[in-house]
């Protein structure tokens, strides 16, 4: 991992841009609501957007043509919380656990004719895990998923304009979890 300061509002516009371009395809449309200021977490920018990117991944496979997505990121608390919506089949509430275990597939996406593989969501567990946070879904089926991420956000005190020193302690953080 690749530890840096990060502005996940940044992040996540990014990464909302990817998932537009699948979407395209499906003519599903993608709403993104976002901080309209900096929310500051510490983290690896490649590995949280592949995160963002399985999640809005999952949306456009999972929903049907022409249907909605929507990206939510807020900051509550001490915590960034995004949360990816969707419209789509959903997932039967005895596989809601499972999901985030490897090579597990739900039944719903198993009768779908596309295939995958069932690794995303474990990958994308790890990821969040590693940073601090936590992933859950909440579903209904037939009506559609919602992935929640939250972050541990970083707060920075107004009178630390030295952001270097920020990135130093971020790298003494990344030293410490892989000790
Ligand atoms: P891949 O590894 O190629 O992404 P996958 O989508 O099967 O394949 P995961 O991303 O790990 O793998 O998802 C695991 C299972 O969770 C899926 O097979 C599907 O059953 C269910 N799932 C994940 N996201 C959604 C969603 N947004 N709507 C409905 N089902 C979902």
């Not at 089926?141 to 270097?164: I, K, R, W, Y």
Request: aromatic content about 6%; charged content about 25%.
């Amino acid at each position: 991992f690749e530890w840096e300061m990060l502005d996940f509002v940044e992040l996540v516009v990014n990464a909302a841009e990817d998932i537009r371009v699948l979407a395209q395809d499906k003519s599903i449309e993608v709403t993104l609501n976002v901080a309209d200021t900096p929310v500051w977490v510490r983290g690896d920018k490649q590995r949280l957007r592949q995160v963002v990117f399985i999640l809005g991944d999952n949306a456009v496979r999972y929903s049907d043509a022409g249907s909605r997505i929507r990206i939510d990121l807020e900051a509550d608390g001490a915590e960034a919380v995004l949360r990816v919506n969707d419209r789509g089949i959903g997932i039967p509430a005895h596989d809601l656990e499972l999901i985030f275990d490897r090579y597990y597939r739900s039944t719903n996406a198993r009768r779908s004719s596309d295939d995958g593989t069932g690794l995303g969501l474990p990958v994308a567990k790890a990821i969040v895990t590693a940073h601090g946070g936590r992933i859950s879904a909440h579903s209904s089926e037939g009506h559609g998923t919602t992935f929640a991420v939250t972050l541990p956000q970083l707060t920075l005190n107004e009178s630390d304009t030295d952001v270097g020193a920020d990135v130093d302690v971020c790298q003494d953080y990344a030293r410490e979890s892989a000790a």
